[in-house]
């Protein structure tokens, strides 16, 4: 079954102890990317990646890294959560950047403390 | 920079009954994607229509549909004989290399 899954789906943390929210997909897209979602905002993206090896910032970067060592995986980390980090998060994939259909994972509500 | 608006925060209608739901968008692009996302209380993210700009008809999925505004930037959603599983947050959302989204509206369909 073509999907994105996304571990874990509910993490509560305290301030300053790295993270990561792991994202693998299927389909052999090349298109990858992070979202967080807060309620009043939609969603923000927060960094995507066109290809292995290459990743972009979006427009709420600051706090998270990514990378893309293999077309399928493409992990957000926070090296230091803070409370301002709490939200829900989605990563999602595509074919390619303007493929038009982006699939996405089930969500991570984080929660820092 | 590019935007999406949503300016309906909230909307209620009677089940059967027809809604629409307002978006525009600003860009400078002329090739891009629009979409429609359903986000229903179990938080998945569901595809519910797309456009792209480079087609002039509207495009139509069912019970929904779109009203295509190049000109107009804008890019409102329509849906017909709305049933109880309509009521959801729904995502307007425009796409080249980066997906921007509006803030979203939440329909609740009224038994």
């Known amino acids: 079954e073509a999907q994105v899954t996304q571990n874990p789906r509910y993490l509560i943390t305290v301030t300053g102890k790295k993270l990561t929210v792991t994202c693998s997909q299927n389909?052999?897209?090349?298109?990858m990317s992070w979202y967080r979602q807060d309620p009043g905002l939609g969603l923000r993206q927060i960094y995507y990646?066109?290809?292995?090896?290459?990743?972009d910032k979006g427009d709420v970067p600051e706090g998270y890294k990514v990378s893309r060592k293999e077309k399928r995986n493409f992990p957000l980390i926070l090296e230091s959560p803070s409370p301002n980090q709490t939200s829900l998060y989605f990563c999602?994939?595509?074919?390619?950047?303007?493929?038009?259909?982006?699939?996405f994972g089930s969500g991570t509500q984080l929660s820092v403390l | 920079a590019q935007t999406v608006t949503q300016s309906q925060p909230e909307m209620s209608v009677q089940e059967a009954e027809t809604v629409t739901l307002s978006c525009t968008y600003d860009?400078?692009?002329?090739?891009?994607?629009l979409f429609w996302y359903k986000q229903p209380p179990s938080r998945q993210m569901i595809l519910v229509i797309r456009?792209?700009?480079?087609k002039q008809q509207n495009a139509t999925e069912n019970r929904f549909s779109v009203n295509f505004q190049k000109a107009a930037k804008s890019f409102s959603l329509k849906i017909s004989d709305s049933q109880l599983g309509d009521t959801a947050m729904y995502f307007c959302?425009?796409?080249?290399?980066?997906?921007?989204w509006g803030a979203g509206t939440k329909l609740i369909i009224k038994p």
């Open positions: 990646s066109m290809n292995v090896e290459v990743t």
């Open positions: 959302a425009f796409m080249n290399y980066q997906l921007i």
């Open positions: 860009t400078s692009e002329s090739n891009y994607y």
């Open positions: 389909m052999n897209h090349e298109y």
């Open positions: 456009q792209e700009a480079y």
């Open positions: 999602a994939s595509s074919r390619a950047a303007l493929a038009g259909k982006l699939f």
